[in-house]
């Protein structure tokens, strides 16, 4: 596996929670109250990414009030749905893309290929799927269950309903539309196909009643990290994020992904590992480390509590244990296998009481938490893109708008001083910004096929 390093820059997204990233960011004095739900907030945060040349404003989504924001009351507990949001961000904005987390264990393939289609259209090209299984008993009960599926199940359900989504997508070819209307041929009816899905999960006729996207495909992302996660993203995901606290697991994620992208017959370079990174950016780090204290100083300790237990799959009740004491023993659930892992792994290895793992996490949920001045937090993040642990990052600022001005000010001058990352957008779509390429129409592929072999 090669690649040019001279060409290769980071990419970045930008996770952008209205109600800040940190489960304290909305008790922060500079954070509105209502940031979650307030539109006008959120146009700030897409034009402020958007001149800072980020890839793509990202945003995870719950089908309940929220991980540990119920027992814990953060501002998690309630938000925009985030297809619904981007669509009315879209045309503020000309190149920042907008990937929006949907469920294929709560979803059907048709409806959610219909809103990701349209989104792609709406804003000329710039959407993205992150792909997620939905976790958690209390997920379920919205959906007409009591418990949630195995976690087999899950990813089982999701490969299919990947793989039916971009059948839809593809189910109208690039050309079929002519809307001429002195002939008044508005299609092409040989450019239309139905797929026939009939699968163990999903029976799907088809076909779409959206044109094809503008990018082909919305690109899919994805963040799994268990072993039925990482098979999801080696055959389906173009972006992965992750969660790493050190390089070295970094550097085994991202080997490990791209051998198994290469395995399965893919181009390794057309799958971008960003792990997660949340940025505590001063001018000296002295006074990062105030910003950083500054919010851990506002974490209520129910809050903090309710976190570890939503991470711990709801099985870790430290109620009537010490603060100051050691995490308490918790069983493994089918819930986020990996984050019940991580959290256990950094309370393990730094000997921390509870207190001190919730304040660790309460920042990035076992995302790697950065604390420095600019040169620092670009040492940082060029060490792992130099490194084999990183295409790009995806930046989770710990309070808004903060922190993303912090980095957008600060961090992004010095990685274009150090040629790492672009001054100007590539494209205009999202694909052509991430160095994506476009898929082209299996049907459109094989006529072309036919026509060259006779």
């Known amino acids: 596996m090669t ?94 893309g907008f990937i929006a987390t949907a469920s294929t264990t709560y979803e059907e393939p048709y409806t959610l290929a219909r809103k990701f289609a349209s989104l792609d259209l709406l804003s000329n090209g710039r959407a993205g799927w992150n792909v997620v299984t939905s976790a958690g008993d209390e997920t379920a009960q919205n959906f007409n269950r009591d418990v949630q599926p195995n976690h087999a199940e899950r990813y089982e359900r999701a490969h299919e309903h990947v793989e039916t989504v971009k059948a839809l997508w593809d189910s109208w070819e690039d050309d079929a539309f002519i809307r001429d209307k002195q002939s008044g041929r508005f299609y092409d009816k040989d450019k239309l196909h139905d797929i026939d899905h009939k699968g163990e999960h999903f029976s799907v006729k088809g076909p779409l009643n959206v044109p094809r996207p ?175 642990a990183a295409d790009g990052f995806n930046i989770l600022p710990p309070w808004l708008p903060g922190a993303l001005d912090d980095f957008v000010d600060l961090v992004i001058p010095e990685l274009q001083r150090r040629g790492l990352f672009r001054s100007a957008y590539e494209g205009s779509t999202l694909r052509e910004n991430l160095g994506l390429r476009r898929p082209e129409n299996p049907w459109t592929a094989a006529r072309s096929t036919a026509l060259a072999a006779e």
């Open 214 to 388: 503008v990018q082909g495909h919305p690109v899919v992302v994805q963040a799994g990290q268990s072993e039925d996660g990482r098979g999801l993203a080696a055959h389906s995901a173009e972006v992965i994020f992750s969660a790493h606290q050190k390089l070295e697991t970094a550097q085994e994620f991202y080997r490990d992904i791209k051998a198994r992208v290469a395995a399965v017959g893919r181009d390794p370079w057309q799958v971008l590992i960003m792990p997660g990174v949340a940025p505590f950016v001063g001018r000296t780090e002295e006074e990062a480390r105030a910003k950083y204290q500054q919010l851990n100083d506002l974490i209520l300790p129910e809050d903090g509590a309710a976190l570890l237990n939503a991470l711990a799959g709801q099985t870790l009740d430290i109620r009537g244990y010490r603060l100051d004491g050691p995490l308490p023993p918790s069983k493994e659930t089918e819930g986020m296998k990996s984050r019940q892992v991580l959290i256990r792994q950094i309370a393990d290895e730094h000997n921390f009481t509870i207190r001190q793992l919730y304040q660790w996490v309460a920042t990035a949920r076992g995302h790697y938490t950065v604390i420095g001045s600019a040169t620092q937090v670009a040492d940082q993040l060029e060490e792992w893109f130099t490194s084999e």
């Open 3 to 96: 690649s040019s390093s001279k060409s290769r820059q980071i990419k970045l997204g930008a996770f952008l929670p209205g109600g800040g990233q940190h489960i304290a960011a909305w008790r922060h004095p500079e954070a509105p109250a209502d940031g979650a739900t307030n539109f006008e907030f959120h146009k700030q945060l897409a034009l402020t990414a958007e001149r800072g040349l980020f890839d793509a404003y990202f945003l995870a989504d719950n089908l309940t009030v929220g991980l540990g924001a119920r027992q814990g009351g953060n501002a998690k507990i309630a938000g925009f749905e985030p297809v619904t949001l981007f669509a009315a961000l879209a045309p503020l904005t000309t190149h920042l």
